[in-house]
């Protein structure tokens, strides 16, 4: 399978801490874990992990945190051939403080200074090899040009609808597969609750909708859109969920892109996002398609459900 991703990358340095630490003092910390990150950036090396051929279009600076992202990109065995080089910029970065014993993780963050990709710049030749296109929702106005390049062509557009930026409505309506947070559905859709989200997203133009809640698993409205189902998150033990959402994300579209169901495709994606969350960091947990495989075979899976459904 050929994939072809469009999104941000980012350095990330994660530090295991006991809680916050109190202002003006010092803790000293076991380990302190750095490198790359980001949505789209991380998705790609998931994707690649699992076994399909990725190429990543977004953007770098010519600092030490881009050297570390291309380094581990190649590595990983992503093509950076269609990627930008802006010299003199600051990339992204984030601190991320987690706390496995209260499951929770605070990242402090800075977008830097790259500009974002040229919608021009945008060619839909890319997809003439392509099985998929992957958009993490960091760049909607280029994405937006490709999406609707690949729904021309007949292509599966998924999108990791994190946060409402400027030009993310228009994208929705381009995309076949989005996959939201509850900020994300509540936010463009004006609807707080689950089903009316799923509904509301759905009436803007993809055929595949659904929401996802962390350990309380995924909602998603079936393909005619009449009914809502619930994939479970499977239970692991957890170490860090920095990265779980690319990480589940990754796995759907790894999913979609070879034909799996739209329920299969869910829950190999909550797969992915539970192995990933077995390490530090976003990246250094994800799993080969085989262990992704198992576990969705397999289980266990968690009995938590999304707040605001009652499973009818």
Request: hydrophobic share 45%; with cysteine.
């Amino acid at each position: 399978m050929d994939i072809l991703v469009v999104g941000y990358n980012a350095f990330d340095i994660t530090v295991p801490t006991a809680g916050l630490p109190a202002l003006d003092s010092k803790h000293e910390v076991t380990e302190i874990y750095h490198g790359g990150g980001g949505p789209g950036a991380t998705a790609a090396v998931c994707l690649a992990r699992l076994g399909a051929r990725v190429r990543l279009v977004t953007v770098f600076g010519d600092d030490e945190g881009a050297a570390v992202q291309r380094r581990e990109l190649l590595e990983a065995g992503v093509d950076l051939s269609l990627s930008v080089a802006a010299g003199g910029h600051r990339s992204p970065r984030a601190v991320i403080l987690v706390d496995p014993a209260a499951a929770t993780r605070t990242v402090f963050w800075s977008r830097g200074t790259l500009p974002a990709l040229a919608p021009d710049a945008m060619d839909p030749a890319w997809l003439d090899s392509c099985d998929l296109l992957y958009c993490d929702g960091h760049e909607p106005p280029a994405a937006e040009r490709l999406a609707a390049a690949a729904r021309a062509r007949g292509l599966p557009v998924v999108l990791d609808a994190g946060s409402v930026r400027a030009g993310a409505s228009e994208l929705v309506a381009r995309c076949t597969d989005v996959i939201a947070s509850p900020g994300f559905a509540a936010s463009l859709t004006g609807e707080s609750g689950p089903v009316a989200g799923l509904r509301a997203l759905r009436a803007r133009g993809p055929g595949r909708v659904a929401i996802t809640y962390g350990e309380a698993g995924v909602l998603a409205l079936d393909e005619t859109g009449g009914g809502v189902f619930h994939v479970p998150a499977c239970a692991v033990e957890v170490r860090d969920t920095t990265g779980a959402g690319d990480a589940f994300h990754a796995g759907y579209a790894f999913a979609r892109a070879r034909g799996d169901s739209w329920p299969a495709g869910l829950a190999l994606g909550a797969a992915v996002a539970a192995l990933k969350c077995r390490d530090w960091g976003g990246r250094r947990g994800l799993p080969t398609l085989d262990e992704a495989m198992r576990l969705r075979a397999n289980g266990p899976w968690r009995q938590a459900v999304p707040p605001g459904w009652s499973g009818a």
